[in-house]
């Protein structure tokens, strides 16, 4: 059974920091990319990052670049999101999927992507 857990939200202030983790089962994490969305209320899931399965290159959407790094452990089958300089505009549900796209520079789910439950993140003072 494929899945994928998220974990290592919560609530933190503005300009702190926080590591996303996404631990996968079911299947071996080396041969998938893996991106991250997120989705605030009221608001459209975006593609945040993804990272690929053969070189590890990785791509940001413009409003996290250079605040947000994506990695991946295979020998714990788990790919993480550090984000840096949090912004009350980075609240959000945060999740993983499988095998993302890049359309136009956006990243969107593939035509067949597994996704975990999410996990919050909450930036507020």
């Known amino acids: 059974q494929v899945q994928l857990v998220e974990s290592g939200g919560g609530l933190v202030q503005p300009g702190g920091s926080l590591r996303l983790s996404c631990t996968a089962s079911g299947f071996t994490l080396d041969y998938v990319a893996i991106g991250w969305f997120r989705q605030a209320p009221g608001k459209e899931r975006e593609g945040v990052s993804c990272?690929?399965?053969?070189?590890?290159?990785?791509y940001y959407a413009d409003s996290v670049k250079g605040r947000f790094t994506i990695s991946r452990d295979n020998a714990k089958n788990t790919a993480y999101l550090q984000m840096n300089s949090l912004k009350p505009e980075d609240t959000a549900v945060y999740y993983c999927a499988t095998d993302p796209v890049i359309i136009a520079s956006t990243i969107v789910p593939g035509k067949v992507t597994s996704w975990g439950q999410g996990t919050q993140v909450t930036v507020s003072s």
């Open positions: 990272i690929s399965s053969n070189d590890d290159s990785t």
